[in-house]
């Protein structure tokens, strides 16, 4: 399982979990901006053994506030993939 967590320090939550071999992932509020504080997270789940490719269409986010970390199972140090 691998998941992507888009956050920022406090505010409206949310939470995805896409299980179809193709989907989309869109802030809240796409295509206009998303709000202040948004803390959400995708969980993107794939039987073992496969590969989950991330392929980015349009990306933007606010410099020094705002984050994109990729994990490969559960948010802990040891998962993380990139940041």
């Not at 691998?2 to 796409?30: D, M």
């Not at 989950?52 to 993380?80: K, R, T």
Request: negative net charge; glycine residues 10%; aromatic residues 14%.
């Amino acid at each position: 399982m691998g998941s992507w967590e888009f956050k920022s320090s406090t505010g409206q939550n949310c939470s995805y979990t896409l299980h179809q071999p193709n989907g989309t992932i869109e802030s809240p509020g796409y295509p206009y901006g998303y709000p202040n504080y948004a803390n959400c997270t995708w969980v993107i789940v794939a039987a073992e053994h496969n590969r989950i490719q991330l392929v980015f269409q349009g990306f933007a986010l606010e410099e020094d506030f705002d984050l994109l970390s990729v994990y490969d199972g559960p948010p802990s140090p040891g998962n993380l993939r990139t940041r």
